[in-house]
């Protein structure tokens, strides 16, 4: 069951396909923000946040390996949004899930920084509905002639004058583990 003081979570286009490169390797920068969105989840997932997964649907000429990554597959009981526009907002039930959780921070994790988190934050703040970046736990893929690092920064850059972010240290301080209160 969720607590209504902690805060929402929100996993965006946790696929393969936008971890992995066009050679099937994941870049150093993207596994390390995997490592931390999967222990972000898992906490989520112990300490009862509300938790939703957006996925970018399989169209006419796309890779094909839209699957989750292993390791951020969604739980039946959490919310899977599969939408067609670059933002999670272009799912109609999106909304839903975002008007339940009025009131309490939503943080916002994944994959395709340059494009869908930026969409996301984008629509986010035109609908005056807040959504917090976690930046350690927020991955691109190279967009040439940038690398992973340069796009990643880019994104940031821009993502910075749309939204708040948060760092895991601060989360861990402002929301403490349950394991931690409970003794």
């Known amino acids: 069951m969720t607590n209504a003081h902690n805060p929402a979570l929100i996993l965006l286009d946790c696929q393969r396909d936008r971890v992995e490169g066009p050679d099937g390797r994941i870049d150093a920068d993207n596994h390390a923000a995997m490592t931390r969105i999967e222990a972000l989840l898992r906490r989520a997932r112990a300490d009862g946040w509300s938790i939703c997964h957006c996925q970018h649907a399989i169209t006419d000429g796309a890779r094909a390996d839209r699957t989750p990554v292993p390791a951020l597959r969604p739980l039946t009981r959490e919310p899977v949004f599969v939408r067609r526009g670059l933002s999670a907002f272009s799912d109609s039930y999106f909304h839903q899930f975002m008007a339940r959780n009025t009131g309490r921070d939503c943080l916002l994790v ?13 629509d986010a703040q035109t609908r005056d509905i807040p959504l917090t970046l976690v930046p350690e736990a927020v991955g691109a893929l190279a967009v040439a002639p940038r690398d992973v690092a340069e796009t990643r920064a880019l994104a940031f ?12 240290d601060a989360i861990d301080r402002q929301w403490p583990r349950l394991a931690e209160t409970a003794g």
Request: aromatic share 12%; glycine share 8%.
């Open 157 to 168: 850059d821009l993502a910075g004058r749309l939204a708040p972010s948060l760092s895991l």
């Open 110 to 122: 994944g994959f395709s920084a340059p494009f869908s988190i930026l969409a996301t934050l984008f």
